[in-house]
């Protein structure tokens, strides 16, 4: 079965800098588009970045220029590397992969940016 787990969110002050891993399996994965989302409390989830399988990189205009997704189809994981952090990037980070007509989620990360 799909199996996606999020790590490396913190606390973290403004202006600092985190890594989020995305272990991934149960599917092919240098075949499928890999995505980042965020959900803040009270907020709906909101599009964050994508990569697809030839290394083409989607950002939402708000993180564009500050984050950055990557991959390593050897690891089955997917990163994504977050300088110049804000207070709202506060958020619960969500690795996606779209398969079939399926969705599906890992169970969030939290990041908190806050001094």
């Known amino acids: 079965q799909v199996q996606l787990v999020e790590s490396g969110g913190d606390l973290v002050q403004p202006g600092g800098s985190l890594r989020l891993s995305c272990a991934a399996s149960?599917?092919?994965?240098?075949?499928?588009?890999m995505s980042w989302y965020r959900q803040a409390p009270g907020k709906q989830r909101e599009f964050v970045a994508r990569?697809?399988?030839?290394?083409?990189?989607y950002y939402s205009e708000v993180v564009k220029g500050r984050f950055t997704i990557s991959r390593d189809n050897a690891k089955n994981t997917v990163y994504l590397q977050m300088n110049s952090l804000k207070p709202e990037d506060t958020a619960v980070y969500h690795c996606?992969?779209?398969?079939?007509?399926?969705?599906?989620w890992g169970q969030g990360t939290q990041v908190t940016v806050s001094s």
């Open positions: 149960g599917f092919t994965f240098s075949s499928a588009y």
């Open positions: 996606n992969v779209h398969i079939g007509v399926i969705d599906y």
């Open positions: 990569i697809t399988t030839g290394d083409t990189t």
